[in-house]
């Protein structure tokens, strides 16, 4: 019931983000233009020749990149919060984002290079930060935890935050590019789709099939241990797959927040703790939650766009003091 309803609202989702702009289209007439593309099938669907470049080249390639980096970013919070056993963990916990936007900085204010290196430094910054975080955290050995894995995931953050900043005023004229890529697009085309869409299936894939294994480990290591299930490897394999799954959703849409928080956290709320069920409707909650977050960032003020961070940052930043409260008020 629960995924029947997640994929209905995730169609209503695209079909709305479709629709949705500052030019006015008739849905019916998207609607015969959708029917339009099925192979063998040719119908006249009125629309003038701008007006179907706008939507298959614009519009539908614009949905399709929110949904995937959308369900990445819901699915890989799913994930840290699985491992870490704790529902305010989030995929940029362990400095993948501040390796992304150092890395990007760099490419942006000290190489001259075409647009499309950008997805790439940021992706191979994204890793290398989480890389960075997991051998500083290993290197305080197994009595730390999980925990001392987030405090190594703060302090990379903070040092290559630093750095970021120091380099970005040798070019002071970029900031404005640098911060147009912080606070998030999905407006990338096709390009964008097809270069984040392998790495969106194997690290989907590959968390998906450890929706058992996070529910084991959510009793602890050692009831893990007794029951066949080796902790430190499941663990390590769902780090690598949540930080793929992040790495990838940065590298071709900037610095989104609150995504891996607010989902996965509802869909525990509404359909149970889980992880065989909160993956997957992670996934696509997450996904329909920021092809809504972009039709009201290209609608709210248009012709102008607001950037997709600033409106999850607007529905994420209170729905992160709620949970605040609720923990606080189950702790007392």
């Known amino acids: 019931m629960w995924m029947a309803g997640a994929l209905g609202v995730l169609a209503v989702s695209m079909v709305a983000g479709l629709l949705g702009g500052a030019a006015d289209i008739s849905p019916w007439q998207v609607v015969l233009q959708a029917v339009d593309w099925l192979p063998f099938v040719h119908v006249d669907s009125g629309l003038a020749p701008v007006e179907q470049g706008l939507l298959f080249e614009l519009r539908l390639p614009r949905v399709l990149v ?28 362990l400095g993948a984002a501040a390796g992304a936007g150092l890395t990007t900085t760099v490419v942006i204010v000290l190489v001259p290079t075409p647009v499309v290196g950008i997805p790439v430094a940021a992706f191979v910054g994204a890793v290398g930060g989480v890389f960075l ?41 970029e900031l404005q590019r640098i911060y147009s890529w912080i606070l998030g697009d999905v407006g990338g085309g096709w390009d964008q789709f097809w270069l984040v869409l392998p790495y969106a299936v194997v690290s989907s894939v590959l968390l ?34 949540a930080s793929l799954a992040t790495a990838a959703a940065v590298a071709v849409s900037g610095l989104i927040g609150f995504v891996g928080i607010v989902i996965p ?5 509404l359909a149970g703790g889980s992880y065989r069920i909160v993956l997957p409707l992670s996934l696509i909650g997450g996904a329909a939650f920021l092809v809504l977050a972009d039709l009201i960032a290209r609608t709210v003020i248009a012709p102008a766009e607001l950037p997709i961070g600033v409106v999850t940052m607007f529905v994420g930043a209170p729905f992160f003091v709620a949970i605040l409260r609720m923990t606080r008020q189950t702790a007392t």
């Not at 996070?214 to 009793?219: A, G, I, K, T």
């Not at 956290?265 to 709320?269: G, L, P, Y």
């Open 133 to 173: 975080a997991y051998v500083l955290g290993n290197t305080a050995g197994r009595a730390g935890g999980t925990a001392t894995l987030v405090l190594a995931g703060v302090a990379v953050t903070s040092f290559l935050t630093a750095i970021q900043t120091f380099i970005q005023q040798f070019k002071v004229e």
């Open 265 to 269: 956290h509802v869909v525990r709320r």
């Open 66 to 93: 929110a949904a995937v980096v959308g369900g990445l970013l819901a699915i890989a919070g799913a994930g840290y919060q699985g491992v870490f056993r704790n529902p305010l963990a989030d995929p940029y916990l």
């Open 208 to 241: 998906l099939a450890h929706g058992r294994m996070l529910d084991v480990l959510s009793v602890g290591d050692e009831e893990a241990t007794s029951l066949g299930v080796r902790a430190g490897r499941v663990r390590l394999a769902v780090l690598l797959a």
